[in-house]
């Protein structure tokens, strides 16, 4: 290079997060992406298709893949989920197992570690919730999980609280192969803001609704309109299966469906940074779980 400045050689590369439902997957990619790029609940298999947060340390980008929790699947739905998964986890440069450390290695994480075991697969292990968990209790945890023999480096991390991601993060740049980024600078997530508006709607259903019901629902981003003020007017439909849950998510006089539409709307203008209309409706339809297409949309496979 003559007497120009040498060009700093750019890196970018993909870390898988795997884990059993409820580790805190979800909740550590927004906190490495630095925004809310994928739905966060206490309740299990919150996340359904594959989502991509992206984040930049210096001349690093870092692909992260937030997959499904994996466990044993049932309906076509959950299968599609942790092939999901698993191909977000042979797709990538780097792969992460998320403990949730207040919980210890149950027969999700069994699994995972079994499955990766048979593929040869190797992986970081991250215990999470350290917030929670006594230091003598993590030491044991670790020791016992490094005799798995599949783990490189341990971190111990609170997603929630941001303790440790920081470190994790530099140690994560520091093994990105050379190349290209993959996305311009200004992209946090691989997610239609379209898309995204549906699942922040879909996680209010996880918020305030009991039990099951959530998982009966789908939500779908119907009409995405630009307002002259800058505002956005969004119309979103929340599929159910059966009419007695419609009731449900409606509630008395429309007051759980209002309830849900102010707290998914307020949640909308912070992520956006601007005014938002909100207006959604519930419909029935019996076999949405069914439905190839929805499967497409969530960049799920159908098939699986
Ligand atoms: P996922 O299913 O693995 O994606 O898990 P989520 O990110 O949805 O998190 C599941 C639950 O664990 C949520 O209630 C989070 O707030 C909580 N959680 C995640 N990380 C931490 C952490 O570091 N400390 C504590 N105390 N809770 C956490
Ligand atoms: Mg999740």
Redesign the pocket.
């Given at each position: 290079m003559s007497g120009e400045e040498e060009q700093e050689q750019t890196h970018c590369g993909f870390i898988a997060i795997l884990?059993?439902?409820?580790?805190?997957?979800?909740?550590?990619v927004?906190r490495m992406v630095g925004t809310k790029v994928?739905?966060?609940?206490?309740k299990?298999?919150?996340?359904r298709g594959r989502v991509m947060g992206i984040a930049i340390k210096d001349h690093v980008q870092l692909v992260f893949i937030?997959t499904p929790?994996i466990f044993t699947p049932k309906r076509r739905l959950d299968r599609a989920m942790v092939a999901a998964a698993w191909s977000g986890a042979s797709d990538a440069d780097v792969s992460l197992l998320?403990i949730?450390a207040?919980e210890g290695v149950k027969r999700d994480a069994e699994a995972i570690i079994a499955r990766m075991k048979g593929e040869h697969r190797r992986a970081h292990l991250v215990l999470?919730?350290?917030?929670?968990v006594d230091k003598p209790e993590l030491l044991a945890m670790t020791q016992s999980l490094m005799e798995e023999g599949i783990f490189d480096e341990v971190f111990m991390?609170?997603?929630?609280?941001g303790?440790g991601v920081d470190s994790m993060m530099d140690f994560l740049a520091s093994k990105m192969p050379e190349g290209p980024w993959h996305f311009p600078e200004d992209q946090v997530s691989d997610m239609t803001e379209r898309l995204l508006a549906a699942e922040i709607t879909r996680e209010q259903l996880y918020h305030q609704l009991h039990q099951e019901l959530p998982y009966a629902t789908t939500v779908e981003t119907e009409t995405w309109e630009e307002r002259k003020d800058g505002s956005v007017k969004i119309e979103q439909v929340i599929y159910v299966i059966r009419d007695s849950q419609k009731s449900i998510i409606l509630g008395k006089g429309g007051k759980q469906i209002k309830h849900i539409g102010e707290k998914s709307r307020k949640e909308l203008e912070e992520i956006f940074d601007r005014r938002v209309h909100l207006f959604l409706f519930v419909k029935v339809r019996e076999k949405w779980g069914d439905d190839p297409e929805r499967y497409r949309d969530l960049g799920l496979d159908f098939n699986a």
């Open positions: 884990g059993a439902p409820n580790a805190g997957k979800s909740t550590l927004n994928t739905i966060v609940s206490p299990v298999q919150t996340t937030d929790g998320l949730d207040t999470n919730k350290v917030d929670k991390i609170s997603a929630l609280k303790k």
